[in-house]
């Protein structure tokens, strides 16, 4: 079975300083992997994915992520904390080994970035 | 521009009424998704499909239907509502196949509350 973890429900940073948001998975064959935000009262947005390549992925806002197949966890990071980017971050996994089955998304992340 | 639209935004309905949500779609996309967000339960897959006349059932289908009979929406019916199925419904969709990896697009949610 495909599934996620997103180990803290709330993770704190000042403004300027460098974020980190984990993200385990388990998979049987290998992942794609997503990064998705929510602000208030708003559907999720597509922020990067990781599919083959680089182990750097870099997206939309200055995010990016590091994929680990030893530790299995796929980290979005950010170098300077934006008070902006105070909102809910979910990763989300696909088997590639299972063909048609949809992405499974975690619980969710929410990070405050204090001014 | 193309976009996703949900309806109605907020709704209040009674126990066993059946209640129906709107999605609509003007990417032409051909693979649809409805999800559920639950405090401590982050986005859960109540259906989705991957074409016209094509339905799957999620991980959390019980109590809950749809039906694709166009590209463009994918209407989600709860047949006899009930107190557990208050919650808000996002509604997204990609393109390409459904091996394909293309991000999801999602709607701006419909919170329901059934008393």
């Known amino acids: 079975a495909q599934s996620v973890a997103q180990p803290e429900d709330q993770v704190n940073v000042a403004e300027g300083n460098p974020l980190t948001v984990k993200c385990t998975y388990s998979?049987?064959?290998?992942?794609?992997l997503f990064w998705y935000v929510q602000y208030p009262n708003r559907g999720l947005q597509f922020l990067l994915k990781y599919i083959t390549g680089d182990n750097l992925v870099k997206g939309s806002y200055g995010f990016e992520a590091e994929f680990n197949k030893s530790q299995t966890s796929f980290h979005l990071k950010k170098p300077s904390a934006l008070v902006s980017d105070s909102a809910l971050y979910f990763c989300a996994v696909r088997d590639n080994h299972r063909g048609n089955t949809p992405l499974v998304f975690g619980k969710g992340t929410r990070l405050s970035v204090i001014a | 521009d193309a976009e996703i639209t949900q309806s109605p935004r907020h709704k209040i309905t009674e126990t066993g009424r059946q209640v129906t949500l709107a999605c609509h779609q003007t990417w032409n996309h051909n693979n649809m998704f409805w999800y559920r967000q639950d405090l401590g339960h982050g986005l859960r897959l109540i259906h989705y499909?991957?074409?016209?006349?094509?339905?799957n059932k999620g991980e959390v289908s019980d109590g809950y239907s749809v039906s694709r009979s166009n590209t463009e929406d994918l209407p989600l019916t709860l047949e006899s509502a009930a107190s557990s199925q208050t919650s808000v419904y996002f509604c997204?969709?990609?393109?390409?196949?459904?091996?394909?990896?293309?991000?999801?697009?999602f709607g701006d949610g419909t919170r329901l509350s059934i008393l």
């Open positions: 998979v049987s064959g290998n992942p794609y």
């Open positions: 997204a969709s990609s393109e390409g196949s459904p091996h394909s990896n293309q991000p999801q697009h």
């Open positions: 499909s991957y074409g016209v006349q094509d339905t």
